[in-house]
Nanobody
C-alpha cells in the first residue's frame, strides 16, 4: 500500500509556471506507475499525465502536451508535475495517483489517490 500527499498548488496568473510535488510513503515506490489527474468544478476528473515505474515512458493529455512535464525521483519517493504557460482552463484540483498495473496513454484507473491540491489560474 502507498499513501500520497500533493503540494505546490496555488493561485497564479495566465502564462505563469507552477510545480506540483507528490510524496509517497513506503519503500516500494518504484513498483508503482504514477499519474496526475485533475477535476474542475462541474466536470469529470480527467487525465493529465502518467509516468512509468522507471520514468522512461511518459504520456500527456493533448491539452497539456508541450506545457506540462511529469517526472519522478524514486530515490526520494516523489513524482513531479511541472506546469508552464498556464491557462485559466487549467484551473482544477490536481490529484496524484499510483497503481501497480500498466501505464498507458490516458490512464485514469488507479488504486491509490492523494487528497488533491488546488490550482487556480487567473486571466
Amino acid at each position: 500500500q502507498v499513501q500520497l500527499a500533493e503540494s505546490g498548488g496555488g493561485l497564479v496568473q495566465a502564462g505563469d509556471s507552477l510545480s506540483l510535488s507528490c510524496v509517497a510513503s513506503g519503500r516500494t515506490f518504484n513498483s508503482y506507475v504514477t499519474g496526475w489527474l485533475r477535476q474542475a468544478p462541474g466536470k469529470e476528473r480527467e487525465f493529465v499525465a502518467a509516468i512509468s515505474r522507471g520514468g522512461s515512458r511518459t504520456y500527456y493529455a493533448d491539452s497539456v502536451k508541450g506545457r506540462f512535464t511529469i517526472s519522478r525521483d524514486n530515490a526520494k519517493n516523489v513524482v513531479y508535475l511541472q506546469m508552464n504557460s498556464l491557462k485559466p482552463e487549467d484551473t482544477a484540483v490536481y490529484y496524484c495517483a499510483a497503481d501497480r498495473g500498466s501505464v498507458y496513454p490516458a490512464k485514469r484507473e488507479y488504486d491509490y489517490w492523494g487528497q488533491g491540491t488546488q490550482v487556480t489560474v487567473s486571466s
